[in-house]
């Protein structure tokens, strides 16, 4: 995989970095106000895991230009643990939640990756765009018709401007215009102020008010492993579609251990645990940014806006970055996958629409995920099944019946192996060809085993021919037919 040096990952893009990030922190506040009320806990705590999360995986994650925060998917991880224990114990959960990330990293578990199918990822991306535009229609439900006037506005300008310029990212125009335009006709809108109250203080370092104790671990450790799994899962994920929005590579192990550098800062400075956001990211790079300096600076101008410019940004209306986040789900959403759902094989298609499904009606987005790889693998399992076939030919004048073995023979073909075979055939002997087959796990082993005893049990002999290396030394530590047979027989398949 191709490295990039520090200069590269950092200042390569200055100005687009700067701007993005500048954007990104705008729709991270309402965000992270309304993952707190979420989570049932004050909102510093999700504007300091914004800023804490963000600064600290735009230097130890491993996406270059991917945004991490609170988000919405831990902030319900999280609600029963608040209601029943307090903020602190989410603090330490957080924290051992961290821990257990740089573990997977340590690990290398980023590179499980490559066992979800482009079909999951699709259907995550799809079911993320629906989720993020459905989170917009409370913001316009029962509202004057100037916030649908203001929407549409929005929506013009971040579609149109790019037309006359990209010198500035269209999304920050349109906050600061329709911010603008809101308090010169002093309209009667929801504002981000609305949402929550913001800190005046800076975040300081600070243990969480627990008791050091295997009580306290009995609690929370049920969270903190799931929070790492949905944390891990969304942020590589998320990572995966961003190299392919780039066209350039990630250290999924990096970002792994970065998540998790990232959630035990916030658990230290205040804030409740998060990982990658995908719709923020994709603000991020539509707007410009592609380095790690966007990232670094959307959490520390997110900080700087909340504790020292308060006033002014609770007066943004929430119209402008409903207008945004619209842009961002249509921008998310894999529009050609609709069209490829009569082109791509049905199977693909199903494990999509199941993840789309199953992500939208659950809002869990390690659940549909978990889905999607599962039909994914069960679709897998069923084509190789298929491939498996055994030819077989009569030596009358002999009584040999030959029997050649095509194929992979694992847990879910074995049974279909030892279907094959007649084992009351009128013959004195039988020869098993395998050299144009594989033996993966103990259930193909056992399926050859009683291949041979079966035949045996009836008086008929068997030489077993062909195994290859790998399949010959399973055999030897695993089987229970002639040994000394089967292994005799290695050279043949030379």
């Not at 916030?147 to 990209?166: E, H, K, N, Q, S």
């Not at 994709?282 to 959307?298: E, M, Q």
């Amino acid at each position: 995989m191709k490295t990039y040096s520090m200069r590269e990952e950092w200042f390569s893009n200055i100005r687009g970095d700067l701007l993005a990030g500048t954007v990104v922190a705008l729709a991270l506040i309402p965000e992270a106000l309304a993952f707190s009320i979420i989570a049932g806990v004050d909102p510093k705590v999700g504007l300091y895991a914004a800023f804490s999360i963000a600064v600290v995986a735009a230097i130890a994650g491993g996406r270059p230009g991917m945004i991490s925060a609170a988000t919405g998917a831990v902030a319900l991880l999280i609600v029963s643990l608040v209601k029943a224990h307090g903020v602190e114990y989410v603090l330490a959960a957080g924290i051992l939640a961290g821990l257990l990330q740089i573990g997977a990293g340590l690990l290398r578990l980023g590179a499980l990756m490559r066992f979800v199918s482009r079909s999951v990822i699709t259907g995550f991306v799809n079911a993320l765009a629906i989720l993020i535009f459905l989170a917009q229609l409370p913001q316009l439900r029962n509202m004057p018709w100037y916030v649908y006037a203001m929407v549409a506005a929005g929506l013009a300008i971040i579609y149109l401007l790019p037309r006359v310029t990209r010198a500035v990212p269209s999304p920050l125009i349109c906050i600061v215009l329709l911010t603008a335009v809101s308090m010169a006709a002093g309209l009667d809108l929801p504002t981000v102020g609305d949402m929550g109250a913001f800190p005046d203080e800076l975040p300081f370092f600070a243990l969480p008010q627990v008791p050091l104790s295997l009580e306290t671990l009995r609690i929370i450790f049920p969270y903190s492993a799931s929070i790492a799994v949905v944390g891990l899962l969304e942020s590589l994920m998320t990572a995966s579609i961003v190299d392919d929005f780039t066209d350039t590579p990630s250290d999924k192990n990096r970002e792994c251990r970065g998540q998790g550098w990232a959630n035990i800062v916030s658990g230290f400075l205040g804030g409740m645990p998060g990982c990658a956001m995908i719709g923020q990211t994709v603000i991020n790079i539509k707007s410009g940014g592609r380095g790690r300096l966007s990232t670094f600076f959307a959490g520390a101008l997110l900080l700087v806006l909340v504790v020292f410019l308060g006033p002014w940004v609770k007066e943004i209306p929430m119209a402008a970055l409903v207008a945004v986040m619209i842009m961002v789900s249509i921008s998310t959403f894999n529009w050609r996958s609709l069209r490829n759902l009569t082109i791509n094989p049905k199977s693909s298609s199903i494990v999509m629409l199941a993840t789309v499904a199953a992500v939208v009606s659950t809002h869990n987005l390690a659940i549909g995920v978990f889905i999607g790889v599962l039909l994914s693998a069960l679709f897998f399992t069923a084509k190789v099944r298929r491939v498996l076939a055994v030819e077989s030919t009569l030596d009358a004048q002999a009584g040999e019946r030959r029997y050649t073995v095509r194929g992979q023979v694992f847990f879910a073909s074995s049974e279909a192996l030892v279907s094959e075979f007649d084992f009351k055939e009128a013959i004195k002997s039988v020869r098993l060809d395998l050299s144009h087959a594989h033996f993966w796990d103990i259930t193909a082993i056992e399926a050859l085993d009683r291949i041979v005893h079966k035949f045996r049990r009836n008086g008929i002999a068997v030489d077993v021919h062909g195994l290859n290396r790998a399949s010959t030394t399973m055999i030897e530590k695993y089987g229970t037919h002639d040994k000394t047979e089967a292994s005799s027989s290695v050279g043949l398949s030379h």
